[in-house]
C-alpha cells in the first residue's frame, strides 16, 4: 500500500492516462466515420462537428 502522499499524483497520472486513451479511441471512431462516409457531404460535416469540438484542428 502506498503512503497517502503518494496516492495523489499516481491517481492524477492514472486520471490523465485514462483521458488520452478516450481522447485516443474518439479520435479513432471518427476516423473511421470520416473514412466511411456514405457522401462527400456527410464526410464535411463530420469534419465540421470534429472542428467545433475541438477534436480536430482545421483540415
Same mark, same amino acid.
Given at each position: 500500500?502506498?503512503?497517502? =502522499?503518494?496516492?495523489?499524483? *499516481?491517481?492524477?497520472?492514472?486520471?490523465? !492516462?485514462? $483521458?488520452?486513451?478516450?481522447?485516443?479511441?474518439?479520435? &479513432? =471512431?471518427?476516423?473511421?466515420? *470520416?473514412?466511411?462516409?456514405?457522401?462527400? !457531404?456527410? $464526410?464535411?460535416?463530420?469534419?465540421?462537428?470534429?472542428? &467545433?469540438?475541438?477534436?480536430?484542428?482545421?483540415?
Amino acid at each position: 500500500m502506498l503512503p497517502a =502522499a503518494r496516492k495523489g499524483p *499516481i491517481m492524477f497520472r492514472l486520471g490523465q !492516462a485514462r $483521458r488520452r486513451r478516450e481522447v485516443a479511441r474518439n479520435r &479513432r =471512431a471518427l476516423d473511421r466515420a *470520416i473514412a466511411s462516409a456514405p457522401t462527400p !457531404a456527410m $464526410r464535411d460535416e463530420l469534419i465540421i462537428v470534429a472542428q &467545433r469540438d475541438g477534436m480536430y484542428g482545421k483540415r
